[in-house]
Each structure stands twice: as structure tokens, then as C-alpha cells.
């Protein structure tokens, strides 16, 4: 279960292009605007924008933005006008995909997505169709590259962890997303240093495709994430290791 973390985790590593992290800071504003709008500016109070505060920091927004994010937000300035909708559809060879999406116009966020799904190889479905092969879980990363695994595998079940995952390079820790911030903190705590934190939709089963039909998937779900109103985008393809690192972002 571990496809969409393993891709992310190779995006960052790899870096992106400045126009594509500009677009990633902008999703990112949206998502601490909209968590001031439903629950206020302090983040002490609002566990929503604590963790939108955090997963900015993670991905090196400069703390100046989000700042300005939720000053606008906390005026009314932004915010306002976003609601949240998922979307859900097909990919080649039956991939499920999933999409969190913050717009203003569903219809015309409804027309985008089903152009590049069905450009891709994929269509899109009714709701429900494929949420029910996911669940939500928190998710944290730790970079492990020159590090004791088996030691942090212990300090994670002692936080509390539910499961976790050993990669090349790093380690993925799943928890419950109400658990989320505590095991983060814990694990901080015990010295260990956090490359990212949320809580995402992890599928349940899993779908191996060969070399091509990942590349296929992979430049499918790099559309879809181009798309300014797509803050996230979920699949349950399992990502071969060799098509992950020849893919070009």
C-alpha cells in the first residue's frame, strides 16, 4: 500500500521544477485558507490547520506565505469561494484513482478531470466506485539512509504506530489519523527527524503493472496533480522501483 507515498517521496528527492513548487505552495495556501475558514485562525484550536501548517513546512514553504495565507483567510479574502469535492474514476488496466479537489466551479473541475482521464486511458466514475478500496490513514516518513531501521521501527511502536513499511532510503509509518500528530511528535522527541506527516486515503489492495502501464499511470497521475484544483491524488497501483526512478517528473 505503499504506491502513492513511495512516488511522493521520489518527487521530493528528486526536487521539482520552480513552477510546479510554485503551484504546490499555491495548493498548499488553499489548503491553510480553507482550514481558517472552517475552524479558525489559531492553530492550538484548530487541529486542521495545525496539520496544514505542518505539511507546508514540510514541503519548505517559506513560513512568509503561510502567514499570508492565513491573515487572507482570517479577513475573508480567501477561502470563501473553495469547496471540497472528490471525485473518483479509472485508470489504464483498472487502476482505481481517487482526487481531493478544492474549486470553485465543480462542474468545470468535473469536465477537466474526465479530459485527461479519458486522454489517458481512464474514465471517470460515479461516487463510490472505487472509495471503498481505500482508507484513510496517517502516514509519516523518515528518512533512513545512513540510520539504524530496526531501532527506529521500535521508537515508532512506541509512539504508537499501527504499522510500517521499510523502503530504500526511508521508512513509512502508518498510523490512525487522529494519532497522526502525537506519534510525529513522539518520534521528534525520541531524536528521530520527520521528512513528511499527513493523513492521505491508502488502498486497502493493491494492483501490479508492468514497467509500462506504471509509466502510463504515472504520466496520467502527473496530469491530474497539474491541475489547479486538484490538491491530491490517490491510486491503488503498486509502482514498480525501476520505473519510479526512470520516470522524468
Same mark, same amino acid.
Request: net charge negative; hydrophobic share 35%; glycine share 10%.
Given at each position: 500500500? +505503499? ?14 521544477? %520552480? ?5 504546490? #505552495? ?15 485562525? %489559531? ?43 472528490? #471525485? ?59 540510520? %539504524? ?39 521528534? %522527541? ?21 514497467? +509500462?502501464?506504471?509509466?502510463?499511470? @504515472?504520466? @496520467? ?12 491524488? #490517490? ?6 522501483? +525501476? ?7
Amino acid at each position: 500500500m +505503499s504506491g502513492h507515498s513511495k512516488w511522493s517521496t521520489i518527487k521530493r528527492q528528486k526536487g521539482v521544477a %520552480d513552477a510546479r513548487r510554485g503551484q504546490l #505552495f499555491t495548493k498548499l495556501g488553499r489548503e491553510v485558507a480553507l482550514a481558517v475558514r472552517d475552524g479558525g485562525s %489559531d492553530p492550538d484550536m484548530n487541529p486542521r490547520l495545525r496539520l496544514a501548517v505542518q505539511k507546508a513546512r514540510d514541503q519548505n514553504m517559506p513560513l512568509e506565505n503561510i502567514e499570508r495565507a492565513i491573515k487572507k483567510a482570517s479577513g475573508g479574502e480567501e477561502g470563501s469561494s473553495l469547496s471540497e469535492a472528490t #471525485f473518483e474514476g479509472y485508470g489504464p488496466g483498472g487502476v482505481a484513482i481517487l482526487l481531493e479537489t478544492l474549486t470553485d466551479n465543480r462542474n468545470r473541475t468535473l469536465q477537466e478531470i474526465r479530459s485527461i482521464l479519458t486522454k489517458g486511458g481512464g474514465s471517470l466514475g460515479e461516487a463510490g466506485c472505487v472509495s471503498w478500496l481505500f482508507e484513510l490513514k496517517g502516514i509519516i516518513v523518515i528518512e533512513s539512509a545512513d540510520a %539504524d531501521t530496526e531501532e527506529m521501527a521500535l521508537a515508532a511502536i512506541d509512539a504508537g504506530a499501527e504499522d510500517m513499511k521499510v523502503e530504500k532510503g526511508y521508512l513509512e509509518i502508518y498510523t490512525r489519523p487522529e494519532d497522526l500528530t502525537q506519534v510525529r511528535g513522539a518520534l521528534e %522527541d525520541a531524536g528521530l527527524q520527520v521528512t513528511s506527516a499527513e493523513s492521505v486515503m491508502m488502498p486497502n489492495t493493491t494492483v501490479e503493472l508492468d514497467e +509500462s502501464s506504471t509509466i502510463q499511470i @504515472l504520466k @496520467l497521475i502527473d496530469r491530474l496533480e497539474g491541475m489547479d484544483d486538484v490538491q491530491r491524488v #490517490f491510486s491503488n497501483a503498486e509502482f514498480s522501483d +525501476s520505473a519510479l526512478q526512470q520516470y522524468q517528473f
